[in-house]
T-cell receptor
Framework: NAGVTQTPKFRVLKTGQSMTLLCAQD?????MYWYRQDPGMGLRLIHY???????AKGEVPDGYNVSRLKKQNFLLGLESAAPSQTSVYFC??????????????FGAGSRLTVL | AQKVTQAQTEISVVEKEDVTLDCVYE???????LFWYKQPPSGELVFLIR??????QNEISGRYSWNFQKSTSSFNFTITASQVVDSAVYFC??????????????FGAGTRLAVHP
């Protein structure tokens, strides 16, 4: 079982460049999430999706866009990268247990550096 | 506001010592869930436990135990007889209810545990 797969694992961008992080899950989960992890700040939610074709903003959505065209995929886009977006990005998915207090399965993370 | 505080940034112990990781939370929900996740050096977060707000019984799983106290809004995690393989960053998390009946997780800043031989 692959679980949650994130690509790419590492990327270096220059300020102003754009890129897309891809998250794929094979567990037929309804819920998918994008978090960013920064030192001393834990994980902060960027965007999330409660089903195919739906997306919503999390705590730190500015500078990011997302799409969930297929149930198994959740894409995170940076239209114009900034150094403040240097971080480790985690995708997670979860089933719809008890109205969403679900156990999350995380991907291995994508380390993004913006110069 | 919903909040999770892990006051211990880093803890260093010698193998076989017991260690407790503290977690204090704030929530306005009457029903909520608390979680612990482990992030080993490989980077991927691994689920350890989920506890709902109605269940204050302590949980034990091998060398791991959890103490949930609603009166002090705490959900502490103890590792007994620590091992080098326990070295990781540990995150406490709280479910926050969203509109439409969905939830999201609010994470604490994490506690880095180093277990030395």
């Amino acid at each position: 079982n692959a679980g949650v797969t994130q690509t790419p694992k590492f990327r270096v961008l220059k300020t102003g460049q754009s890129m897309t992080l891809l998250c794929a899950q094979d567990m037929n989960h309804e819920y998918m999430y994008w978090y960013r992890q920064d030192p001393g700040m834990g994980l902060r939610l960027i965007h999330y999706s409660v089903g195919e074709g739906t997306t919503a903003k999390g705590e730190v959505p500015d500078g990011y866009n997302v799409s969930r065209l297929k149930k198994q995929n959740f894409l995170l886009g940076l239209e114009s990268a900034a150094p403040s977006q240097t971080s480790v990005y985690f995708c997670a998915s979860g089933d719809s247990y008890l109205s969403g207090a679900n156990v999350l399965t995380f991907g291995a993370g994508s380390r993004l550096t913006v110069l | 506001a919903q909040k999770v505080t892990q006051a211990q940034t880093e803890i260093s112990v010698v193998e076989k010592e017991d260690v407790t990781l503290d977690c204090v939370y704030e929530t306005r929900d009457t029903t909520y869930y608390l979680f612990w996740y482990k992030q080993p050096p490989s980077g991927e977060l691994v689920f350890l436990i989920r506890r709902n707000s109605f269940d204050e019984q302590n949980e034990i799983s091998g060398r791991y135990s959890w103490n949930f106290q609603k009166s002090t809004s705490s959900f502490n995690f103890t590792i007994t007889a620590s091992q080098v393989v326990d070295s990781a960053v540990y995150f406490c998390a709280l479910s926050e209810r969203l509109s439409g009946g969905y939830n999201k997780l609010i994470f604490g800043a994490g506690t880095r545990l180093a277990v030395h031989p």
